[in-house]
């Protein structure tokens, strides 16, 4: 009699670490493919971020540098452009510099072309980041749906980004001397001509501008730090980063430029995913992989051979470990692999 509380505790805890246990099984068992992702955006932060070893290391990533300026999304030092320096930092930088990047751009529309906007899911840093703040939003229960309009709308202002970039660096290449550059930024850009590209990326104020925004804390510099275009780079990101709480990928769904290129290309990509229709119970029924999408495609609108979202999915998987009736099938060139 004595001993019978304790011992319905005990089967209690007992009941309750095997639940535990079996939900972080089932946990396991379900996100496959998150887990995956997570282990590949993780290395890729903390292997060939370039700015994780200028910034804790002390050092620039060295010998292997060269290596990661040529994949697309990952942040390299000392790019003419911005201080990250992906695929199309490089593609612009070169531009600027009065050569056409033939090499560059056959990479991008090849690698975009086989494996989609798998980078943008897989790779880049600033989607690692947003995943993170996106599933605390879902954690807090505050994700929202964008409505429609909105959305349509939203989803063209990174065309519109890429398309000014273009224009305020397209002279450059018909520039007839190599100073051409610096004077045209220095004269008609001010602060913005000195790093065009680094304003709208995500990654480099993540990686670049708060490690130095800390280190002026740190040197009481913070005065000259916030010259120029900076103050207006903060409120802008401030409020990007609040809004990826609510509507996950915010910024990769409308603002990064780098989505606007690769997007029309990854439209027909080789990888892809497709639907089945002779599982897949419909939106009425279930929907739920819709509800997970962190793009916001209307997945149950796309095409059975192919979801493409006009080349906004990033090849995450949510939609396909999250359906109850596995209708959601990775795919090459339209067919089941
Ligand atoms: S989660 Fe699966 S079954 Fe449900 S609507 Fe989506 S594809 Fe169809
Ligand atoms: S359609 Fe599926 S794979 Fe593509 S972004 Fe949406 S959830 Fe991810």
């Not at 990250?84 to 056959?106: A, C, H, Q, T």
């Not at 505050?142 to 397209?170: A, C, P, Q, T, Y």
């Not at 000259?224 to 207006?232: D, L, M, P, Y």
């Not at 059975?304 to 949510?318: D, M």
């Amino acid at each position: 009699m004595l001993f019978y509380p304790l011992l319905t505790m005990i089967s209690r805890l007992e009941k309750d670490s095997i639940g535990m246990a079996a939900r972080v099984k089932n946990y396991f068992k379900t996100h496959k493919i998150t887990l995956a992702r997570r282990v590949v955006q993780i290395l890729v932060l903390l292997g060939i971020t370039a700015p994780f070893w200028t910034y804790f290391f002390g050092s620039s990533a060295g010998v292997i540098e060269p290596m990661f300026r040529y994949l697309p999304f990952i942040s390299a030092p000392q790019s003419e452009m911005s201080n990250s320096g992906g695929f199309l930092e490089l593609i612009l930088g070169s531009v600027v510099g009065r050569v056409f990047p033939f090499l560059l751009i056959g990479l991008l529309f090849m690698i975009t072309l086989v494996f989609g906007r798998a980078s943008c899911g897989w790779l880049c840093p600033a989607g690692l980041f947003q995943d993170i703040t996106g599933w605390a939003g879902e954690v807090g229960n505050v994700r929202r749906d964008m409505g429609k309009n909105g959305h349509e709308f939203l989803r063209k202002v990174k065309n519109w980004i890429l398309i000014i970039l273009v224009i305020i660096l397209l002279p450059a290449l018909f520039a007839l001397s190599d100073d051409f550059y610096t004077d045209y930024t220095q004269t008609v850009l001010g602060d913005f001509g000195k790093n065009p590209l680094g304003f709208w990326s995500l990654d480099q104020f993540l990686s670049v501008f708060i490690p130095d925004f800390l280190v002026a804390t740190a040197d009481g510099g913070l005065d000259e730090f916030f010259s120029g275009v900076r103050i207006a780079q903060l409120l802008f990101y401030f409020v990007i980063i609040i809004l990826t709480f609510y509507f996950p990928r915010f910024y990769c769904r409308y603002f990064c430029p780098y989505a606007a290129v690769s997007k029309p290309i990854s439209h027909y990509s080789i990888l892809t995913l497709s639907r089945n229709p002779a599982k897949c119970v419909g939106r009425k029924e279930c929907g739920m992989c819709e509800s997970v999408c962190p793009m916001q495609i209307r997945i149950l609108d796309e095409n059975f051979a192919k979801i493409s979202g006009e080349g906004e999915c990033i090849l995450c998987g949510r939609c396909k470990e999250t359906c109850p009736y596995d209708a959601i099938e990775v795919s090459a060139f339209s067919r089941r692999v």
